[in-house]
């Protein structure tokens, strides 16, 4: 079983900055890709941004030159480091593991945090 747990969202002004952070436990493969979802009320829940477990990222465009994503591999740690916040940003944010159950196949199971509210007034 794998937990993922989420931490350092909060209210932020626009044009400042937040980091979340979440920190995965349990039985974790190697071939992994760690990331951030977001979902805003009346909306579905969209990617953000990823990262794999050889560092490899992708980001939306939305938020492309204000966020980075990050991992700490020894730590099993992901982070998202958000400038520039924008009033549209606010959001629940969700940390995600997709762990592949081979190293080249493609079947992966996927786990979710509990979610961190991220609100920016304008």
């Known amino acids: 079983q794998v937990q993922l747990v989420e931490s350092g969202g909060g209210l932020v002004q626009a044009g400042g900055s937040l980091r979340l952070s979440c920190a995965a436990s349990g039985s974790i493969t190697s071939r992994n890709v760690m990331g951030w979802y977001r979902q805003a009320p009346g909306k579905q829940r969209e990617l953000v941004a990823d990262?794999?477990?050889?560092?490899?990222?992708n980001y939306v465009d939305f938020v492309k030159g204000r966020f980075a994503i990050s991992r700490d591999n020894a730590k099993n740690t992901v982070y998202l480091q958000m400038n520039r916040l924008k009033p549209e940003d606010t959001a629940v944010y969700y940390c995600n593991l997709r762990a592949f159950l081979s190293y080249t196949g493609n079947a992966y199971s996927d786990y979710w945090g509990q979610g961190t509210q991220v609100t920016v007034s304008s």
């Open positions: 990262i794999n477990s050889i560092g490899n990222t």
